[in-house]
């Protein structure tokens, strides 16, 4: 960008647009000019592992997949050689091509700049770049992957040998205050590490992998089970230790690291290859793009912002989203980038609909009279299918089954360029089905229907083979079964895909208003979102006051008033025109669909019908109620939230204590709770600040098992150690002990624990024993999911459709999710997920219509007795009773069924069946699972 000039709603963007050196509309990304290219340099994507050329494509999947010259080119620097010029078939190359300026009016800004790996090469005590075994997280991630320097195959760069022994240095450029490193926690890679070292195993399940590290900040969404996971694996080992790494060997070239362990002292260990776990660093071009757009900047370098609004920056009409907030990870990242998208409609919502283009798809061809012609596509994914099942042999077998007319394998089926590929051959080699053999549906057959559409055939005539969940995933140490498990689930889509129907699909009007459920800070916040963007938001919150948790909390870390900051937003919120307030409400019925909901609400007020096209749930969760530690049987045992609440008021008997001791994980990370509740230590960093801030004599002490003080909470916990407060380590098999005492004549909590690294009991005598407790899932919620028909997580949390393609949907259509309903959060976190949720939901409302699946039960009413066991069953409230010319018949809503065919396999009849899934094609599918000679097997010693 060049710069820009204008005021909100009204910017004038000047950008410069590089040459490309191609001419895009005439690139085929064939490939041809990179072969030929003579110039040869390291790859900077591939982290400079492997080289590329002058002229290439910059990754597998860019988007467009197209060409370009870079700046090594002999001819752009010396006027020699135009090879790729006289090569190039399609005449893409340009060399006249200029620096173009393009000015472009737009009424607001999103800055997704992205974040920086931290260059460990500028400290030398890393020996990076120095040492040939010693590689960063980011070079490792190019080793794993299929389209890395190896093709996916772990090597060193000394030999290129398969590492047997592997060490990952944890906090490399974070967590550290020393010049040039990052004093903040980057978040992200104690569970990036836990996934690298799992994939080693995959690769070589005889790999020793070491994980060095100080705490284990698993503190996401299941990130604790995924943290149990990778330790149980054999030959996995997290030790908690501040390494060096010493020397190298000058002929194995082995690393040499040193480390202490309580148990051993300080030890020397040899690693075939070492991998630094480097921390984020804000964008390069952070400083230079502060002063291009008038943004300020925080002391880390990252986009200041404020807790109230963490996508607005100091400039009015430009927003941010993702790494350049600070260091974030992908759901992080995508729920961000919904909610500045749903900050700029509320600034734009006057231009809503008025810029855009319906997507016109080609006409449908009619192939229901022709003889199958089927397209078998089997995809690599990367390494995920390629380095497990043999595809060029699957794509063989596949060429040989019946009606299959045309077979290939691709990289990336879901890549832009593999799209095209399969639009192209459906309409060159006529192709009326199309069998994709690569992963879930779940995640990409919404895609792939969309690429059938293209090429136009009824998306139905489409088939997915999972042969990488159901297949390469599960068989990872059984190749040659795994290949032939891919032949047969190839085959068995065949078969199925050879009886496949065109189906229609369902217009649904869309009622443009919205049901939030909770008033708290995320759902009061959604709410308005929603209203400043044009639409009426029911908001309904079962206490008689709005504010939820946050009534119980009066300051965060970063010193935000909260309830200065609650009282505005409940203001704004009963001010707003089209909000309307429900509160000491109670839902006693929920029903319909997306775009079409009625819900049911009684309160003060009476009974409403509420119609609405969408719902969120934002019903929070609760403090967990301790058993443990005398809470309940001692006033002087407290809850974190109930030590601000006395803070606040002033309670003199905490204010003035001789000795405050914390102890957490309280109710969580168990095996009853089998999560980290991820907000209690910034909550007890936070309260200890507080309590030394009155009385700076207090002796606090915090006794934790990993201190999760993530992102900025870490400059903190580092300023709470700082002012003396004690941080004391206990391991889960010795907890703390907790009784009262009486010393001295005065009553006092005595805590025991056991501190592994001076190896004794320590004693702490203390006035008050605060405990931070689980968070834990509102009591409401399993009520809440039955009525909206959601699910919810083993934890009991909601559970959203995908933690990283969807993390603020449910799988229920036109449903919604933020705040501590789908798990613990800081308030700037809830308020990031309530923008992001009303960013989805104004997707919705802003239509006029939805498409329904076809993919429906329907009834035969020849066959229906009216038992009504299929009505019994159906969840969605999908299927009734009416009045027919045969007499009372079941029928089906296509509307309101999902699709997931209980009703079918209850009738007795078999008067229901499924659309899409009909008797035919399942049998077909049950046929073909056995190959025909086992098949006669079967059937002569039946006989």
């Known amino acids: 960008m060049d710069s820009i000039v204008g005021e909100a709603g009204d910017f004038t963007v000047t950008l410069i647009k590089k040459p490309r050196y191609i001419i895009e509309d005439k690139c085929t990304g064939c490939g041809t000019c990179t072969e030929y290219c003579p110039v040869q340099y390291p790859d900077r994507f591939n982290q400079d592992i492997s080289y590329s050329k ?67 090469g500028a400290n030398p005590e890393y020996h990076y770049g120095e040492f040939a075994n010693v590689v960063t ?113 000058p002929v194995t ?77 992908i759901p992080d990242s995508v729920l961000t980038a919904s909610a500045a998208g749903s900050q700029c409609g509320e600034l734009l919502n006057y231009r809503r609909g008025k810029l855009s283009t319906a997507r016109v798809y080609p006409p449908e061809r009619d192939v229901s009279g022709e003889e199958p012609r089927i397209g078998v596509f089997v995809c690599h994914c990367g ?63 919404p895609l792939f229907r969309d690429t059938v559409r293209e090429g136009g055939l009824n998306q139905y005539y489409y088939e997915m083979a999972n042969i990488r969940e159901h297949n390469s995933w599960v068989h990872a140490k059984e190749k040659e079964d795994a290949t032939q498990k891919a032949k047969d689930l190839i085959r068995m889509s065949v078969a199925r895909a050879r009886s496949l129907e065109p189906l229609p699909e369902y217009d649904l009007p869309v009622d443009n208003a919205a049901l939030v459920v909770g008033g708290g800070i995320a759902g009061m916040t959604c709410a308005l979102s929603i209203a400043d963007q044009g639409h009426e938001v029911y908001l309904v919150e079962k206490e ?11 300051y965060t870390l970063e010193g935000m008033d909260v309830q200065a900051y609650l009282n505005d937003l409940i203001g704004k919120v009963y001010r707003h025109p089209l909000v309307h307030v429900y509160t000491g409400a109670t839902i006693t019925e929920a029903g319909g669909y997306i775009g079409n909901f009625v819900t049911r609400v009684k309160s003060g007020r009476g009974t409403a019908e509420i119609r609405h096209g969408a719902t969120v749930i934002a019903i929070g969760a609760e403090e967990y109620k301790p058993t443990e530690y005398l809470y309940g049987q001692d006033e002087r045992v407290m809850t974190q939230l109930e030590l601000e609440e006395r803070i606040a008021k002033g309670d003199e008997k905490v204010l003035n204590a001789g000795g405050v001791v914390m102890i957490q994980c309280v109710g969580c990370r168990n095996e009853e709770r089998n999560y980290c509740s991820k907000i209690c230590c910034s909550h007890a960093v936070k309260n200890a600040l507080k309590l030394k801030e009155k ?25 709470a150690s700082e002012k003396d407060v004690k941080f004391i380590r206990f391991e889960p098999e010795d907890a703390p002990q907790v009784e009262a005492v009486v010393e001295e004549g005065k009553p006092v909590l005595r805590v025991t624990v056991a501190d592994p690294i001076l190896g004794q009991r320590l004693a702490l005598d203390a006035d008050c024993l605060v405990l931070s407790a689980a968070t834990i899932p509102s009591a409401a919620t399993p009520d809440v999911a039955s009525l909206f028909k959601v699910t919810l997580n083993p934890d009991g949390f909601f559970k959203e459709a995908h933690v990283k393609l969807r993390p603020v949907e449910f799988g229920t259509d036109g449903v919604y999710l933020c705040g501590m309903a789908q798990y613990p959060k800081h308030i700037p976190e809830t308020i990031s997920q309530a923008y992001g949720a009303a960013g989805r939901v104004l997707t919705l409302l802003s239509r006029d219509i939805v498409t329904a699946s076809g993919a429906v039960a329907r009834v035969d009413e020849e066959k229906c007795v009216s038992c009504g066991a299929c009505i019994t069953v159906c969840s969605y409230g999908a299927i009734d009773f009416y009045e027919s010319p045969r007499g009372r018949r079941a029928r089906v809503n296509p509307v309101l069924c999902k699709g997931d065919g209980v009703c079918n396999t209850v009738c007795p009849t078999s008067a229901v069946s499924l659309k899409h899934f009909t008797d035919e094609e399942i049998l077909n599918q049950v046929e073909a699972a056995v190959q025909e000679e086992e098949l006669l097997q079967l059937i002569d010693s039946a006989v």
């Open 54 to 120: 002058a002229v290439h494509v910059y990754f597998s999947q860019a988007f467009p997949l197209v060409a370009y010259i870079d700046e090594s080119c002999l001819y752009l620097k010396e006027k020699k050689c135009t090879l790729c010029e006289r090569v190039c078939q399609a005449g893409a190359i340009d060399f006249g091509q200029k620096p173009q300026k393009v000015e472009i009016n737009v009424g607001a800004v999103i800055l997704a700049t992205g974040l920086e790996p931290y260059d460990p």
């Open 137 to 249: 997280s980011m070079d490792f991630e190019r080793l794993l992957s299929a389209t890395g320097a190896y093709g996916g195959e772990i090597l060193r760069a000394s030999d290129l040998k398969h590492p047997h022994k592997i060490a990952w240095i944890s906090c490399v450029g974070s967590r550290r205050v020393t010049e040039g490193e990052n004093s903040y926690c980057s978040g992200v890679c104690c569970t990036y590490n836990q996934k690298q070292v799992i994939l080693t195993k995959e690769h070589d399940a005889t790999a020793e992998c070491t994980i060095f590290h100080n705490d284990i900040r698993s503190f996401g969404k299941d990130f604790e089970r995924f943290y149990q996971r990778t330790a149980d694996l054999p030959g996995v080992r997290f030790i908690r230790s501040y390494v060096s790494i010493v020397r190298e060997d």
């Open 253 to 329: 070239k082995n690393v040499t690291i040193r480390y202490s362990t309580p148990d051993e002292g300080v030890k020397e260990e040899d690693f075939e290859m070492v991998v630094l776990s480097v921390g984020l660093n804000p964008p390069e071009e952070a400083k230079a793009m502060a002063g291009k757009f008038g943004i300020d900047l925080n002391a880390h370098g990252f986009c200041l912002t404020d807790s109230t609004n963490p996508m607005e920056t100091s400039q009015a009409g430009i927003f941010v989203s993702g790494g350049f907030l600070g260091p974030a990870d």
């Open 383 to 445: 390494a995920n299918i390629g380095r497990i099942v043999n595809v060029p042999e699957a794509v063989e077998y596949a060429q040989s089954l019946p009606n299959v007319v045309y077979a290939q394998e691709q990289l990336f089926s879901c890549a832009t360029n593999s799209s095209r590929e399969i639009t192209d051959m459906i309409r060159e080699k006529g192709l009326n089905r199309v069998v994709v053999a690569a992963c879930s549906p779940r995640t990409l057959e």
């Open 544 to 554: 008689k006051e709005l504010g939820g948790t946050a009534r119980r909390i009066h």
């Open 695 to 719: 009385n700076p004599e207090m002796d606090v002490s915090i006794l934790f098992r990993d201190m999760r003080t993530y992102g900025y909470a870490e400059d903190y916990y580092r300023e």
